[in-house]
């Protein structure tokens, strides 16, 4: 019996390309935007764990330890905070291996890159708090028991509870997707090998003891096995659910080409009986229809469907022909171009004044160009007959233009999800304003001017109650020994610098000057208005407003020429 070869072929290498690709994208710029609230409170905990103190570690224990051992490696930074989900959600892109022999291996190439540059997977993957680890090692544990290797599925399935409270979400998901595949007339048979499940389960308790307690570093990780379900059922009370129709902008803005291609192999699938891509239209639709249903649902939790919808759409995708490469290629071409001429009459309109002259005729250009293309379409396709083609060949040429349009807009809201502001973009949550960083440069250049040193400056964080920007403030100053935190001051006390998030000012604001700093910004949401402003948000993308913004309160004696006036006029805008 013949080995199998071990060389490396081109397959391999565009395998490795589309890792490489993945990595490089997730790691350009990561510690450019500071960390929002949630992801400053995951980074707090991880701050305990490298210093090997006991601490709570959250509904994410294992991430949690992952990201102290990088804290103690690497330092304590806003990059580092995120570089755990960023590695492995870099690996995304080898869920498409096991996949050759069920999608096809053209379809399997294309999942890799499009794993490597789907919007919603890189924005997620740049996040300290990010929830890409999970689907990485559940879908790997799901991939695995459909070849019956439970010696690896059972040890990924447990490391995914370790990740997050989204495997309860993802359980049920999968469940639902389960009898969704029943459903569509396709057996549900999962091999049981004894020696596999025995060999999965040894595999299991190594993983468990090994992983929760970070290889004994975190010994109090033993009982946070279940810190992900507590954190789940919280989520079930309705507090402040995104409205259906953000899920639905979402998909469309950040996903344009997989949502197409994935709703044509869907049609496809009733001609095609093709159990993989069957079981990803399962997945793809169980996973929407709980995020729908989920009273705590965010955009975040599209991350479950985009894996199976990429799947979907790279089958679909492959089955595109190119036939008549001469042909296809300028109607293409003129496709393209008719629907960016499109695109920009839609952003045209959108600027234009409500009813005004040029508003109606930038709508009739957009109504013209979006009618040429089924008028092409139906052209050539009448011209069948002279050149012996069929309507299938006819079509060929609009829908690879109808392809590079869905690309273009992708990799745009790529670069935008990537590298633009977060408080622009819907996949993260409470959004920390650029201004924090100029907080703590202020503090900086205070106590270089008043002491001659860095972090040296008494500053005291008046904060009735642990809020978001109170965690944001804590990883902000975590590296000055001289901050501290109080819920309340007395008023006797008057320390070099005040922080407070309150309009009324402290007591002691006599004897300060104060300077407000944005902190935390509001979380994007579609203008209640008319058509012509979601364009111009989906579009532009206008700033969002402030949420909550914190007072720095330097003592007046600390400026040149004002100790001898006590009671100098605050300054706060």
Not at 108 to 115: G, P, Q, S, W
Not at 456 to 471: D, G, H, M, R
Request: charged share 10%; net charge positive; glycine share 6%.
């Amino acid at each position: 019996m013949s080995k199998p070869s071990s060389h490396f072929t081109t397959e391999h290498l565009l395998y490795a390309a589309a890792v490489g690709l993945a990595l490089a994208v997730r790691l350009w710029g990561l510690g450019r935007a500071p960390l929002g609230a949630d992801e400053a409170a995951l980074a707090l905990a991880a701050l305990k764990v490298a210093a090997r103190h006991a601490t709570p570690l959250g509904p994410a224990p294992l991430l949690t330890g992952l990201t102290g051992l990088a804290f103690f490696l690497l330092g304590s930074t806003d990059a580092v905070a995120r570089l755990v989900p960023a590695l492995l959600g870099s690996l995304l892109p080898l869920l498409a291996w096991p996949l050759r022999r069920g999608l096809g291996r053209k379809a399997a190439l294309l999942l890799a890159f499009a794993l490597a540059l789907d919007p919603g997977l890189v924005a997620l993957s740049r996040l300290a708090n990010s929830p890409v680890p999970a689907v990485l090692v559940l879908a790997g544990a799901v991939l695995a028991a459909a070849r019956a290797r439970w010696d690896w599925a059972l040890p990924l399935g447990l490391l995914g509870l370790l990740l997050g409270p989204t495997f309860w979400f993802s359980a049920l998901a999968l469940l639902l997707a389960a009898a969704l595949y029943r459903v569509f007339g396709f057996p549900l048979a999962i091999a049981l090998p004894p020696h596999r499940l025995r060999q999965g389960l040894r595999n299991a308790v190594a993983v468990a003891v090994l992983s929760s307690t970070l290889a004994f570093w975190t010994p109090e990780g033993l009982g946070t096995w279940f810190n992900g379900l507590s954190a789940f059922l919280h989520t079930l009370v309705p507090l402040a659910p995104v409205p259906l129709r953000l899920l639905a902008v979402a998909l469309l803005a950040y996903a344009p080409l997989a949502t197409g291609a994935a709703i044509a192999g869907a049609a496809l699938l009733g001609n095609q009986k093709q159990p993989a891509a069957a079981f990803a239209l399962a997945a793809a639709l169980s996973a929407l229809v709980l995020t729908m249903l989920y009273p705590g649902r965010s955009v975040a939790l599209l991350v479950w469907a985009l894996v199976p919808l990429w799947a979907l759409a790279a089958w679909a995708l492959a089955q595109l022909p190119l036939r008549h490469p001469a042909d296809t290629g300028w109607q293409a071409a003129l496709t393209l171009a008719l629907l960016t001429f499109a695109w920009l009459s839609l952003l045209a309109w959108s600027r234009a004044p409500a009813g005004s002259r040029q508003a109606t005729l930038q709508l009739g250009l957009l109504i013209v160009s979006l009618l040429l293309v089924p008028l092409l379409t139906a052209l050539l396709a009448f011209s069948r007959a002279e050149s012996n083609r069929t309507w299938q060949e006819a079509l060929l040429g609009p829908a690879w233009g109808l392809v590079a349009a869905g690309a273009l807009l992708t990799l745009s809201a790529f670069s935008r999800a990537a590298y633009g502001p977060p408080s622009s973009e819907l996949w993260g949550a409470t959004a920390t304003a650029p201004e924090e960083r100029l907080l703590v440069r202020t503090i900086t250049a205070l106590s270089q001017q008043h002491h001659g040193m860095p972090d040296t400056l008494e500053i005291v964080v008046v904060s009735p109650q642990e809020s978001a920007a109170a965690q944001v403030l804590r990883w902000a100053l975590h590296t000055d020994p001289n901050a501290r935190f109080a819920i309340a001051l007395p008023p006797s006390a008057s320390p070099e610098a005040l922080i407070t998030f309150s309009d009324k000012p402290p007591t002691q604001a006599a004897a300060y000057r104060g300077e407000g700093f944005p902190l935390t910004l509001a979380p994007p949401l579609l203008p209640a208005a008319t058509l012509q402003n979601i364009v111009q948000w989906l579009a532009f993308r206008p700033p969002q407003p402030k949420a909550t913004e914190a007072v720095l309160w330097v003592r007046a004696d600390l400026f040149p020429g004002a100790s001898s006036s006590p009671n100098m006029e605050n300054q706060q805008p």
